[in-house]
């Protein structure tokens, strides 16, 4: 059987993923819209849903007064932070960047940049992870 936290993540991953493609399709009315299976950036956070349910499978399976609590606590918070932080920030610069070499009519090819997350993003995507944990826990007990 699979590890309940290696479960929790995957299925965290995809049940986010997910989410930002089908708001994708209900935004654009067309399901053509494969890129946001895949993407950084968007509603709910993928890497927060992720850490947090493998955070909560932690509390739930191993208890919150124990060492590993403690890593995957740390471990959550900084991918949280990333995403609200620095990957926002860098995903906005490489978006000004972008505009300055189009306007100024360079043929520069800009490498891909990746967009962070909005609070509220990651706020979902921590509530999106909660759930996700949750329910591997009851199912793999």
Request: net charge positive; glycine share 10%; hydrophobic share 55%.
């Amino acid at each position: 059987m699979i590890s309940p936290y290696l479960l929790a993540a995957l299925s965290a991953w995809v049940v986010a993923q997910g989410s930002k493609y089908l708001l994708a399709v209900a935004k654009s009315r067309s399901v053509r819209k494969f890129r946001s299976l895949y993407i950084s950036g968007g509603m709910p956070s993928a890497h927060s849903a992720t850490a947090v349910a493998v955070l909560m499978v932690v509390a739930l399976k191993d208890g919150v007064d124990g060492g590993l609590f403690g890593v995957a606590a740390l471990l959550t918070a900084i991918v949280m932070y990333d995403a609200m932080m620095v990957r926002r920030s860098s995903g906005k610069q490489g978006e000004i960047i972008a505009r300055l070499v189009e306007a100024s009519g360079s043929k520069e090819i800009l490498p891909r940049f990746a967009k962070g997350h909005e609070p509220a993003e990651v706020a979902i995507g921590a509530l999106v992870g909660a759930a996700v944990g949750a329910v591997v826990f009851l199912v793999t007990i």
